[in-house]
């Protein structure tokens, strides 16, 4: 969104004075216009504003604060292997050959496990079925399917298995548009992102 005045608009000189000034005025654009000497113009960043929550009932109010927990502790690390993933891509499509890319890959799902190892194994179940929904949000992909892509059928498979001992499906989706409980993640979701909880 846009919009332009000239109306009233401090100089170049007072706006670098400080006074604390510059740093008010920041997202102030100002410009030579055709409507006179300067023109002023204010970006604004998305805004995204939710109803407000109402419970049905106590149950439904501890999901939710469950949620917001999870979810806090999740999205860092959605965000970071999204990152990961696509670092991973680019730079594995510069080696020449399959059996190259395969052989880094191996040491890298290696690597990755005993980095990440002792983190995942203090998250609680719903924790880390949380950050299986959280990576689908971030890569709109199931985290099944980036194992597949990466690691072949048998290895996406063994990991599946590995995940359902353990009560987390890496075949997950996440579908906010269509599944309340979805809906309510990505509420929260947006809110952490946007410093809001």
């Not at 998305?46 to 009932?57: G, I, R, S, Y």
Request: net charge positive; hydrophobic share 35%.
């Amino acid at each position: 969104m846009h919009a332009q005045t000239t109306a009233s608009i401090p100089s170049a000189e007072e706006i670098e004075a400080g006074g604390g000034r510059k740093r008010a005025l920041e997202g102030y654009y100002f410009f030579d216009g055709d409507e006179g000497p300067e023109t002023l113009m204010l970006v604004l960043g998305e805004v995204t504003v939710f109803p407000p929550l109402k419970f049905k009932n106590k149950k439904e109010e501890q999901f939710y604060w469950k949620t917001v927990r999870d979810v806090r502790k999740t999205l860092p690390y959605a965000k970071l292997i999204c990152e990961t993933l696509i670092e991973t891509y680019e730079y594995i499509e510069t080696f020449p050959t399959q059996k190259e890319r395969e052989e880094h890959l191996k040491k890298m799902e290696g690597a990755v496990f005993e980095q990440y190892k002792p983190v995942l194994k203090k998250f609680t179940k719903s924790q880390a079925q949380m950050l299986i929904k959280l990576i689908n949000r971030e890569t709109n992909q199931s985290s099944y399917n980036i194992l597949k892509a990466f690691l072949g059928s048998f290895r996406a498979g063994f990991w599946q298995t590995f995940g359902r001992f353990f009560g987390v499906n890496l075949k997950t989706t996440y579908n906010p548009d269509k599944d309340r409980k979805d809906a309510i993640i990505e509420r929260v979701a947006t809110m952490v992102e946007l410093g809001q909880l």
